[in-house]
Nanobody
Framework: QVHLMESGGGSVQAGGSLRLSCVASGDNYNTDCMGWFRQAPGKEREGVATIDSDGSTSYADSVQGRFTISGDNAKNTLYLQMNNLKPEDTAMYYC????????????????????????WGQGTQVTVSS
């Protein structure tokens, strides 16, 4: 079993930055594909960024150029650096992990469709005010 714990959320003004962290523990062999998802009130959970075991990354169009996903294997930690935040980035952000990646509908390799992802963290809230 894999346990994911996010941290780093908070409240910032538009244009600000935050860095989210996700520490993975347990059977880390089963986390070859990891990513960040988010869910705003009344909306479906959506993929934000993903990184696979080769270090290849993919991003949602809405965050391309502003967010950067990275990982530190020695610390079993996944990061999401978020710059130039916008009010529309306000959401609960979740760390996700799966045994393998699958092709995303818009390209890239993702931990899977939301309903088929193996492991989720509990989420960390990001609020961006205008």
């Amino acid at each position: 079993q894999v346990h994911l714990m996010e941290s780093g959320g908070g409240s910032v003004q538009a244009g600000g930055s935050l860095r989210l962290s996700c520490v993975a523990s347990g059977d880390n062999y089963n986390t070859d594909c990891m990513g960040w998802f988010r869910q705003a009130p009344g909306k479906e959970r959506e993929g934000v960024a993903t990184i696979d075991s080769d270090g290849s990354t993919s991003y949602a169009d809405s965050v391309q150029g502003r967010f950067t996903i990275s990982g530190d294997n020695a610390k079993n930690t996944l990061y999401l650096q978020m710059n130039n935040l916008k009010p529309e980035d306000t959401a609960m952000y979740y760390c996700a992990a799966s045994t393998s990646c699958v092709p995303g509908a818009s390209g890239g390799n993702w931990p899977g469709p939301v309903d088929f992802i193996d492991h989720w963290g509990q989420g960390t809230q990001v609020t961006v005010s205008s």
